[in-house]
């Protein structure tokens, strides 16, 4: 045998041996890039429920020159300065129909309202180095409350008002504001509000001023009993009313020892509803928002937050429910190129479920559901809303898989069989454009969502599958799915 044929042997061996290595990596990576999942939902109870009104959003005090990092956002964002008559945010507010708008935020404590004693001067909010957060207090003229009621009456608002708690009380050397409430003011403000015809659903009081606060904080034994004085005047201007509004507090930082406190100095009949904020990506300006957002394990955490809080309700004030009063991810005015572009998506639905689609397919009802599979995979279902079946919202977190769902109710323990003549699934699928996760164009099943050349919300149409066909939900993308066939006898 000659070396030249065994050369020529060896070097076609070779390229085979080369093939086959080449096809098992290429197997291998498609194989990495898809993996079967299953989802369990209990469609016999529900585990809890939301209201109506689940999504909120707020208006805000910050004045155009509030700056962060460089960048001032706010522009004219404030309920002070926003153009009421903008006709994209009057049919913004009514696609959510209705949508509660709460106005507050870290200045609210500052907020004079222009009645009263308070009628001749109305300052505005200017910078200043001896006040919180930076500027002075400010002013809510009655023209101006006037003209924001109009809006909110013509698009159907559910309001939110956040009074100033700090009114009256002297500011110590650590940060404490001792003394009693002077309600005076925010009372001349109730009546105004009441004798105007103006509906408000809820009277919050403070922000930010619970356990150590954020730039001031109060004692909750005092804030208690500041509480009860607000209900009782409330009783007092609301008795001609056909209906009394909640009262809801204190709209902070959950600390488990405080808020305790609060609930079992106000006692039953005082405080309806606790309010907390979040804020756990941290800060605006920290370069890990992006990993935060799409670390699911990261994401978990919270949920030992709404765990405790809920404990503490159950155990000190089981009159109260629990509500997120306010939220960005991210505290400083958010994150620049973050919290407006798509990424910041997966942190809203996962952790609030806040989106316009939400709004109009997540039924009150809430269902228990598992996955065997990836943490990577996040799943939600509720009821449908105005339909049959369920609503499943998945977030695919991974950068490289694509996950393909079994459901399973986990009575039966069986895949889900959809005859021919079972109804057609709705696949609500969204992603960013060109797959740039800081793209602030999102795409609803392939379609830009862009106003109308008249300024209306797009339609939000889904895509109509067979339900025979799997479920799959592509790499760093959100998807909504209702199955009308689906028997959950919590949804009957």
Known sequence: MSALFIMKTL??????????????????????????VTVTVNGVTAIAETDDNFVCATLD??????CNYNQCPWGRASVLNLNLENPILQKAIKAF?????????????????????????????????????????????MKRWDEVNHLFNETGVIVTFGLNALAGRQKTSDGLWN???????????VQYTVLKGYNVDSWEFGNELS??????????KQYAQDLITLKSFLNDLYQNSSTLPLVIAPGGFFDQQWYSQLLENSGPGVLDVLTHHIYNLGAGVDPGLKSKILNPFFLSEIA??????????????????????????????GGRLVSNTFINSFWYLDQLGIALLWHRLMGNKVLKTTIDGSAYLRAYTHCAKDTTGITLLLINLSNTTTFHITVRDDVNLVPIEVSAESPQREEYKLRPEDGNLVSQTMLLNGRPLELTEDGDIPPLQPTIVDGNK????????????????????ACA
Do not use: M
């Open 470 to 489: 799997p479920i799959a939900i592509d790499p760093l993308s959100i998807a909504f799915f209702t199955l009308e066939d689906f028997q959950a006898p």
């Open 179 to 189: 003394g009693p409430w002077d309600s005076s003011n925010a009372r001349d403000f």
């Open 304 to 333: 030992q937050t709404f765990k405790d809080l809920q404990q503490t309700i159950q155990e000190f004030g089981p009159w109260s429910s629990a509500w997120v009063g306010e939220s960005g991810g991210a505290y400083n005015s």
């Open 211 to 220: 356990g150590s606060g954020v730039a001031a904080r109060v004692d909750a």
């Open 61 to 66: 005090w910050w004045p155009p020159n509030k």
């Open 11 to 36: 070097l076609h061996h070779q390229k085979i041996f080369s093939a086959l290595l080449l096809w098992l990596v290429v197997f291998q990576v498609v194989a990495e890039g898809q993996e079967p």
């Open 97 to 141: 129909n209705p949508l509660r708008i709460r106005i507050g935020g870290s200045l609210q404590d500052q907020v004079v309202y222009q009645i009263g004693e308070h009628g001749r001067q109305c300052p505005t909010f200017r910078k200043t180095n001896d006040g919180l957060f930076g500027f002075s207090r400010g002013c809510l003229p």
